[in-house]
């Protein structure tokens, strides 16, 4: 009953989206904001670049300009860009894995942190990190850096498939169900993890306890490229699936008749989220509530047209992260904050303050 | 005209620079010594104070407890989470850090920044102890202070020997680091405070396991403890009370005799300069408690 009521809401929405001023100014207006966020996350940090320092970096990149000291060439170009590039891809991966989510399930409170498919992926990624030694050393060499973001993208992919079986029976995805399957995989997930955690050794303990508050700390250049290829595929795909999610807006059996190959479509989106869920989770850590709080606030202001709504949660997204990772540099310096614990209260009151606009959706 | 302002820019910000920093920095170019020093690990952090050299001292890690003193200096965060940058922030000329410390990709940073690091060997030994002392001084240029420091740890080590050789038998010793409602956090094998117990003359009662795990009440009972050793962070913990409080804890001998002990966890098993007058104190109380 509550879900046929917003579909047709979303429905309303979906037909009355004309060029109002929010969304033709958006994609720009979010592009500068990325830009200077960018930027700000260059230029400041606990070690204080001067700005001359800063323009000869920008110099040197271009193979011009005077050398510079040691030290601001290492902050510069191995600490900072890499951490900004990478807060970029994970806080685009994961705003659109959550937008993406949202349209598959219909609802708003669908975010891979959630319905557990992060914590799929977590599993994954803590079985490799203490068990990974136990692997023969050919299939380490051949996995090389991919084995890490490789088996978290499978441990997420699983998980997702999982939860969409479970919570859709004939063609209907039910959303208590998928909220309550979600929570039980978190769980059981989560006791392999303790199981793992528990055979662990005080040192993996402890980095497991920083890993689980997430952190951009661990970016360097071969991090990045191991994760790019599943945050492109991600990003790639957003053209081609954005129609397909407009029209599951409408419902199943509508975008069934709009022409769109539903089970096609539902596979490549859980395996792009997936993907780049996975890889998200397996560079920095458990990051929740971005996927939650992107999307929601830019449906708001953009309405639920994905044309506009993934790209837009991707700036916004990696605008986001990296405005969080510079605050998480700079309040505790120079020891640092895990970016986890500054998202989840960030994001634990808007996603409280969803349920609280939505309840009907979830009395049942 | 571009290159006018960056010129004049650089002007303005070398000479703010020559102006605030140039004093100290001149200093340490005449003396090859490390002028500022971050310390990562409670034990080395002790250590460059038992050597009078924390002036040298800019940073400590989040492990540094002691002298309180320590913790009012910058903090880079816990050792295995360390941040590169914010550790290149302090502008250490010599990062001291126990083996371990990490992560390795801040590690990697630090050594392309080439700041000096040295690893400290952490080892549960007086020996091991002495042998940091001596590499802490070395890296300090402070190997005469090093010395008096070796030979006053050796005094403690000496009126150690003599308490341990006069107990009659080494007493079961169970070491508890915290109590929780019905589950206790016990010490297995290869851990600081199994040093720490088989140092002062016990053994360890809980042999089953490395590391440190959660037990129930009944593997406590198990052991059958005869000493059990409780740390505490703070003056005013009173672990013993807790403990006394939990059932079955009377069906152990030391349940029975009341005999638990309760020593600071930072002096126990920091294992620095004061690692032998602790476990001094610690083998003084074992042997009351045995006769």
């Known amino acids: 009953m509550s879900l046929s009521a917003t579909a047709s809401s979303m429905d309303k929405s979906v037909c009355t989206l004309g060029a109002s001023p929010a969304r033709s100014y958006a994609i720009p207006v979010l592009a500068g904001v990325l830009l200077s966020v960018i930027v700000v996350s260059i230029a400041i940090g606990p070690s204080s670049v001067s700005f001359n320092a800063l323009f000869q970096g920008i110099m040197n990149a271009f193979g011009a300009g005077e050398p510079m000291s040691m030290r601001d060439h290492v902050v510069l170009f191995d600490i900072r860009l890499p951490r900004t590039i990478m807060g970029c891809m994970i806080g685009a991966s994961l705003a659109v894995s959550g937008a993406m989510m949202q349209g598959l399930f219909r609802n708003p409170l669908a975010d891979p942190g959630i319905v557990g498919v992060s914590s799929g992926a977590a599993f994954a990624a803590v079985s490799v990190i203490v068990l990974g030694s136990m692997l023969p050393a050919s299939i380490a060499a051949l996995t090389g850096s991919f084995l890490l973001p490789l088996s978290a993208f499978g441990g997420g992919l699983i998980s997702t498939l999982l939860l969409y079986k479970v919570s859709t029976r004939g063609g209907e995805t039910s959303v208590a169900t998928m909220l309550l399957a979600g929570i039980a995989l978190s769980a059981i997930t989560g006791a392999f993890t303790g199981l793992i955690v528990f055979q662990s050794d005080d040192n993996q303990l402890r980095d497991f306890t920083f890993w689980s508050m997430g952190s951009l700390g661990a970016a360097t250049w071969g991090r990045i490229a191991s994760i790019a290829p599943f945050v492109l595929a991600l990003l790639i795909s957003i053209p081609f699936l954005s129609r397909g999610l407009n029209a599951l807006l409408l419902g199943e059996a509508e975008a069934f008749h709009l022409g769109f190959d539903r089970q096609k479509l539902k596979r490549w989106i859980i395996l792009v989220v997936a993907a780049a869920t996975g890889a998200a989770v397996s560079a920095a850590g458990a990051i929740g509530f971005v996927g939650i709080v992107v999307p929601h606030i830019l449906r708001l202001v953009l309405g639920p047209d994905h044309r506009l709504l993934l790209p837009a949660s991707a700036m916004l997204g990696a605008s986001l992260l990296v405005g969080a990772d510079v605050a998480c540099r700079i309040i505790v310096a120079p020891a640092e904050l895990p970016i986890g614990i500054l998202m989840a209260m960030i994001g634990a009151p808007v996603f409280l303050s969803i349920l609280l606009s939505k309840r009907s959706l979830f009395t049942f | ?291």
């Open chain 2, 1 to 291: 005209m571009i290159n006018y302002v960056k010129s004049a820019l650089r002007l303005s910000l070398s000479s703010l620079f020559l102006s605030v920093f140039a004093m100290p920095h001149l200093a340490a170019a005449e003396d090859t010594a490390p002028q500022r020093i971050t310390s990562v690990g409670s034990s080395i952090t002790e250590i460059i104070y038992a050597l009078g050299e924390e002036d040298r001292l800019v940073a400590v890690d989040t492990t540094s407890l002691y002298p309180p003193e320590a913790q009012k200096l910058p903090n880079v965060g816990y050792m295995r989470a360390l941040s590169a940058e914010g550790l290149l922030s302090v502008e250490p000329d010599l990062v001291l850090m126990v083996e371990g410390s990490g992560p390795e990709n801040t590690l990697d940073v630090l050594k392309a920044s080439s700041v000096p690091i040295i690893p400290i060997p952490e080892e549960h030994s007086l020996d091991g102890v002495k042998a940091k002392i001596e590499k802490v001084a070395a890296a300090l240029s402070v190997e005469d202070k090093g010395k008096k420091l070796i030979a006053a740890f050796d005094k403690d080590a000496e009126a150690l020997a003599k308490i341990t050789a006069a107990m009659p038998a080494k007493p079961s010793v169970m070491f508890v680091l915290s109590v929780g409602s019905d589950r206790l956090m016990v010490s297995g094998l290869n851990t600081g405070a199994n040093a720490a117990i088989e140092l002062a003359g016990g053994r360890n009662a809980m042999d089953t396991y490395d590391g440190y795990k959660q037990v129930t009440v009944e593997a406590v009972v198990e052991a059958q403890p005869d000493i059990i050793l409780l740390s505490k962070r703070l003056q005013t913990d009173k672990p013993e009370e807790k403990l006394a409080a939990i059932p079955g804890i009377e069906l152990t001998p030391a349940g029975q005799n009341e005999a638990f002990v309760t020593m600071d966890a930072v002096y126990l098993l920091g294992f620095g300069p004061r690692a032998a007058s602790a476990i001094k104190d610690l083998s003084v109380k074992l042997s009351e408690l045995a006769s």
